[in-house]
Nanobody
């Protein structure tokens, strides 16, 4: 079992920045790839970014490429999502997720999820 807890969400104006954190506990963090997903009201949960177990490979949704950066610190059992140049369409609940060994863009392939943190971007 892996427990995940997101933090760092909030209300920000368009063009601003936020840094989300995902604290992991329960198992060796480096055994798991990590992903970030988001869900806007009335929409399905969508892929935002992933990072492989040791950070060697990252991937991003086209909508956030160049603005968001995913990273992790295995010594601190924590993952991060740095979000810059935020837009109103980035508004939603952001979830971190963990998947054993390999990363994926597919939400159904992740085994563990946090409770989510709200991000609201005002225009």
């Amino acid at each position: 079992q892996v427990q995940l807890a997101e933090s760092g969400g909030g209300l920000v104006q368009a063009g601003g920045s936020l840094r989300l954190s995902c604290a992991a506990s329960g198992r060796t963090f480096s055994n798991y790839a990590m992903g970030w997903f988001r869900q806007a009201p009335g929409k399905e949960r969508e892929f935002v970014a992933y990072i492989t177990r040791y950070g060697g490979t990252t991937a991003y949704a086209d909508s956030v490429k160049g603005r968001f950066t995913i990273s992790r610190d295995n010594a601190k059992n924590t993952g991060y999502l740095q979000m810059n140049s935020l837009k109103p369409e980035d508004t939603g609940i952001y979830f971190c997720a963990a998947r054993r060994v390999t990363a994926s863009t597919r939400r159904e392939e992740y085994d563990y999820w946090g409770q989510g943190t709200q991000v609201t971007v005002s225009s």
